[in-house]
């Protein structure tokens, strides 16, 4: 561990200290960090919210796992120090961290193990994996072994046991964690000013304490490229995952930064309200997937950092299809499919939430869409307005966003959910999918699924993005891949 420095225990030193300001204190000390994001959460409980800002700030600084997941995408054990898994694979017995407790002071064991997760799968959740929970039964063995038996076979349930939405929170303080988070973690909340930052300190009653480098790290909220740019260069910004691409041969060419480009398991899409007619027409579906130069898309919505895709399923993911040529870029057929689905003077809106790839790609995909014949509105709306109006309430016709959840297919059997599609053929290998204990034969039922989604049109699939973290040269520990978005302060410090 870095040692204060001796020039500390000298008062003239300290004299000139003290006439530093604070952030230069802290650089100087070199246990603080400023961190920034795109988007700021809408709480801070994420199993009461499908917001990946919430994870990004709280995943693995106020709340804990029982498995860890790493960069590689590799799962390691957190709360839990072993597990056990039946020939079956629906029985998991987990072994738990000895000695663990809750910054409120309560401790953790199997039955908030119990707590958690019984609420998760509980008829009122609101947890956005609620199906994959209600699924489970956990039973308690002793304070510190926990049985899950789960109904559904599911070869990535140790790495949803690393999600954020799989967070051990103290039964007293659950339904409070939206704004007064209580975790296992290494950090607590100290401060939120809404509009502008989050503040996260140390917990000094963190089991392992002594291994946590930073004191204190803040999140702060850009929305705009050129000031994240900005905040960058003045350096009052320190690290900037997920920054925008636009910037990146300068800041290579800056000694005084670093450039990492990580690969990623989402999906940017524009998703299309299959409910809305003529959207409810698959010819019409398709003809707006064959409108779409996704190559043009990725230069102008992500500055040129994404794979094009043509289903729901990213290249870099295990048993991937390249589905690509399906309702491929053809605007000729798509002005046929428009016409044989007797659709004419066609006008729709596309909803476009903050993030500065859906703003660039509103523009881009509203130029293809009308040489087509497809005339768009473009509607800018708020994170809180999106989160409500288009995700709650499905009053939407197309919207651009990126689904960042590694392995979340279910999504399209999810009745109410946002996109309102709804076909019995897919639930039918879906749950095929999750029954069948044979790798290869869910690997290939894994391919029929992203046929069928391709064919089915159910969104005009763009692109896996790849992200851009921008950080002073001397930030150690930053994820150089994203499987999940998560901004890890436990292994973060200055060189």
Same mark, same amino acid.
């Given at each position: 561990?870095?040692?204060?420095?001796?020039?500390?225990?000298?008062?003239?030193?300290?004299?000139?200290?003290?006439?530093?300001?604070?952030?230069?204190?802290?650089?100087?000390?070199?246990?603080?960090?400023?961190?920034?994001?795109?988007?700021?959460?809408?709480?801070?409980?994420?199993?009461?919210?499908?917001?990946?800002?919430?994870?990004?700030?709280?995943?693995?600084?106020?709340?804990?796992?029982?498995?860890?997941?790493?960069?590689?995408?590799?799962?390691?054990?957190?709360?839990?120090?072993?597990?056990?898994?039946?020939?079956?694979?629906?029985?998991?017995?987990?072994?738990?961290?000895?000695?663990?407790?809750?910054?409120?002071?309560?401790?953790?064991?199997?039955?908030?193990?119990?707590?958690?997760?019984?609420?998760?799968?509980?008829?009122?959740?609101?947890?956005?994996?609620?199906?994959?929970?209600?699924?489970?039964?956990?039973?308690?063995?002793?304070?510190?072994?926990?049985?899950?038996?789960?109904?559904?076979?599911?070869?990535?349930?140790?790495?949803?046991?690393?999600?954020?939405?799989?967070?051990?929170?103290?039964?007293?303080?659950?339904?409070?964690?939206?704004?007064?988070?209580?975790?296992?973690?290494?950090?607590?909340?100290?401060?939120?000013?809404?509009?502008?930052?989050?503040?996260?300190?140390?917990?000094?009653?963190?089991?392992?304490?002594?291994?946590?480098?930073?004191?204190?790290?803040?999140?702060?909220?850009?929305?705009?490229?050129?000031?994240?740019?900005?905040?960058?260069?003045?350096?009052?910004?320190?690290?900037?995952?997920?920054?925008?691409?636009?910037?990146?041969?300068?800041?290579?060419?800056?000694?005084?930064?670093?450039?990492?480009?990580?690969?990623?398991?989402?999906?940017?899409?524009?998703?299309?309200?299959?409910?809305?007619?003529?959207?409810?027409?698959?010819?019409?579906?398709?003809?707006?997937?064959?409108?779409?130069?996704?190559?043009?898309?990725?230069?102008?919505?992500?500055?040129?950092?994404?794979?094009?895709?043509?289903?729901?399923?990213?290249?870099?993911?295990?048993?991937?299809?390249?589905?690509?040529?399906?309702?491929?870029? +053809?605007? *000729?057929? @798509?002005?046929? /499919?428009?016409?044989?689905? %007797?659709?004419? &003077?066609?006008?729709? $809106? #596309?909803?476009?939430?903050?993030?500065?790839?859906?703003?660039?790609?509103?523009?881009?995909?509203?130029?293809?869409?009308?040489?087509?014949?497809?005339?768009?509105?473009?509607? +800018?709306? *708020?994170? @809180?307005?999106? /989160?409500?109006?288009?995700? %709650?309430?499905? &009053?939407?016709?197309? $919207? #651009?966003?990126?689904?960042?959840?590694?392995?979340?297919?279910?999504?399209?059997?999810?009745?109410?959910?946002?996109?309102?599609?709804?076909?019995?053929?897919?639930?039918?290998?879906?749950?095929?999918?999750?029954?069948?204990?044979?790798?290869?034969?869910?690997?290939?039922?894994?391919?029929?699924?992203?046929?069928?989604?391709?064919?089915?049109?159910?969104?005009?699939?763009?692109?896996?993005?790849?992200?851009?973290?921008?950080?002073?040269?001397?930030?150690?520990?930053?994820?150089?891949?994203?499987?999940?978005?998560?901004?890890?302060?436990?292994?973060?410090?200055?060189?």
């Amino acid at each position: 561990m870095m040692k204060r420095r001796s020039v500390l225990t000298h008062s003239a030193s300290l004299a000139a200290l003290a006439t530093l300001p604070a952030a230069a204190l802290a650089q100087s000390r070199k246990d603080a960090i400023v961190m920034a994001m795109t988007l700021e959460p809408p709480g801070l409980d994420p199993t009461a919210g499908a917001a990946s800002a919430i994870a990004e700030i709280t995943l693995y600084n106020i709340y804990e796992t029982l498995t860890k997941i790493q960069p590689d995408g590799a799962v390691v054990p957190l709360l839990a120090e072993s597990w056990e898994i039946s020939p079956d694979l629906r029985t998991y017995t987990f072994r738990l961290r000895k000695g663990v407790k809750f910054s409120n002071g309560e401790p953790f064991n199997a039955r908030t193990v119990k707590f958690a997760f019984d609420r998760a799968g509980s008829e009122k959740s609101t947890n956005k994996d609620k199906r994959t929970f209600a699924a489970i039964t956990t039973q308690v063995v002793d304070d510190n072994t926990v049985v899950l038996l789960t109904k559904e076979i599911d070869p990535d349930f140790l790495f949803l046991m690393g999600q954020a939405t799989a967070v051990i929170v103290e039964p007293k303080s659950a339904g409070t964690n939206a704004t007064q988070p209580v975790g296992t973690g290494p950090f607590r909340l100290e401060n939120w000013v809404k509009g502008s930052s989050v503040v996260l300190s140390k917990w000094d009653g963190y089991r392992n304490a002594g291994a946590i480098k930073l004191k204190r790290g803040t999140f702060r909220f850009i929305q705009d490229p050129a000031a994240q740019i900005a905040a960058l260069l003045a350096g009052d910004v320190d690290a900037f995952q997920r920054v925008t691409g636009r910037a990146v041969d300068q800041f290579r060419r800056n000694a005084k930064f670093q450039v990492i480009t990580s690969g990623s398991r989402a999906k940017t899409i524009l998703a299309l309200n299959n409910k809305k007619k003529p959207l409810d027409d698959v010819r019409v579906r398709r003809a707006i997937n064959m409108a779409l130069d996704r190559n043009a898309v990725i230069k102008g919505a992500a500055d040129g950092f994404g794979t094009p895709i043509g289903s729901y399923y990213p290249p870099s993911a295990p048993g991937y299809v390249d589905l690509t040529k399906v309702n491929a870029y +053809n605007p *000729e057929q @798509a002005k046929a /499919l428009l016409k044989e689905a %007797g659709v004419s &003077n066609l006008e729709l $809106t #596309i909803t476009l939430p903050p993030p500065p790839y859906a703003r660039q790609g509103g523009e881009v995909i509203a130029s293809m869409l009308d040489k087509v014949g497809i005339k768009t509105k473009l509607q +800018n709306v *708020e994170w @809180a307005q999106w /989160l409500s109006g288009t995700y %709650g309430n499905g &009053n939407y016709d197309m $919207t #651009i966003i990126s689904h960042v959840e590694p392995f979340d297919l279910g999504n399209f059997s999810r009745p109410g959910y946002y996109w309102n599609y709804s076909n019995p053929k897919f639930n039918a290998l879906y749950d095929k999918y999750k029954q069948t204990p044979s790798a290869a034969e869910r690997t290939k039922i894994l391919g029929d699924i992203q046929r069928l989604v391709a064919d089915d049109a159910v969104h005009a699939y763009l692109y896996q993005p790849q992200w851009v973290t921008i950080a002073n040269k001397n930030v150690k520990g930053l994820w150089n891949n994203m499987p999940i978005f998560v901004n890890d302060l436990s292994v973060v410090s200055w060189a």
